[in-house]
Nanobody, 124 residues
Framework: QLQLVESGGDLVQPGGSLKLSCTAS????????IGWFRQAPGKEREGVSC????????DYADSVKGRFTISRDNAKNTVYLQMNSLKPEDTADYYC?????????????????WGKGTLVTVSS
């Protein structure tokens, strides 16, 4: 069964940091672009960041530029999202997704596989 699994979500104070991980079972992530998305209560799921399969290309939503960093370790079949300077408005369920397109994208409709999410709560 093809599955993505996110981990690393937690409760953190404003200004703190978290590192999320996305791993795959049943297939290798190496051939996929990976996107990170988030969904806050009552809001639509939005793209946060994406990375190409060869890690050469990345993109970020304006709301997280300069604070979040996406990376991948294909040897470990894992993609990461380092989140620094967290704000209460970053509170959401965070999802990773894989797409087999030619360029990485933060478009939900382009994703082939989704994880079930990990909760990030930023609160004092």
């Amino acid at each position: 069964q093809l599955q993505l699994v996110e981990s690393g979500g937690d409760l953190v104070q404003p200004g703190g940091s978290l590192k999320l991980s996305c791993t795959a079972s049943g297939f290798t992530l190496n051939y996929y672009n990976i996107g990170w998305f988030r969904q806050a209560p009552g809001k639509e799921r939005e793209g946060v960041s994406c990375i190409s399969s060869n890690e050469h290309n990345t993109d970020y939503a304006d709301s997280v530029k300069g604070r979040f960093t996406i990376s991948r370790d294909n040897a470990k079949n894992t993609v990461y999202l380092q989140m620094n300077s967290l704000k209460p408005e970053d509170t959401a369920d965070y999802y990773c997704a894989a797409d087999s397109g030619t360029i990485p994208t933060m478009s939900r409709s382009a994703m082939d596989y989704w994880g079930k999410g990990t909760l990030v709560t930023v609160s004092s």
